[in-house]
């Protein structure tokens, strides 16, 4: 009786144990699901102005200025001109597709920056 009872306690606790793993697996395995790159915004300059990444990757722009808004437009693309964002708020964008996409700040067209996709 007694050894059926730990029988039947092993046959439990190992699809359990199975089941934690799976589930911790990808957050172990799969470092890449949540890459995040930073771009500072300050003095009115993206800061790094450009930056290579891996395809997944999400990148948030982050208004450090004290007291102007910005944004972060990618006109070339076709994109319509993004909304402004004020100091202490950020926005991102994931990129899936390698490739090199320029940018820039829609009310200042002299802040400019590229993120290069790999
Ligand atoms: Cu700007």
């Not at 730990?6 to 799969?30: D, I, R």
């Amino acid at each position: 009786m007694r050894l059926t009872n730990q029988l039947a306690g092993t046959a439990l606790v190992l699809p359990v144990l199975l089941l934690l793993l799976s589930l911790a697996a990808p957050a172990l395995a799969g470092g890449n699901a949540t890459a995040q790159a930073q771009v500072e915004i300050r003095d009115f300059k993206f800061i790094p102005r450009e930056i290579t990444i891996k395809a997944g990757t999400t990148v948030r722009w982050t208004n450090n200025e004290k007291r102007q808004y910005h944004s972060v437009w990618f006109e070339q693309a076709g994109d319509p001109e993004a909304p402004y964002f004020f100091p202490g708020e950020s926005v991102e964008r994931t990129f899936d597709k390698p490739g090199v996409y320029p940018y820039r700040c829609g009310p200042h067209p002299e802040m400019t920056g590229v993120i290069t996709v790999e």
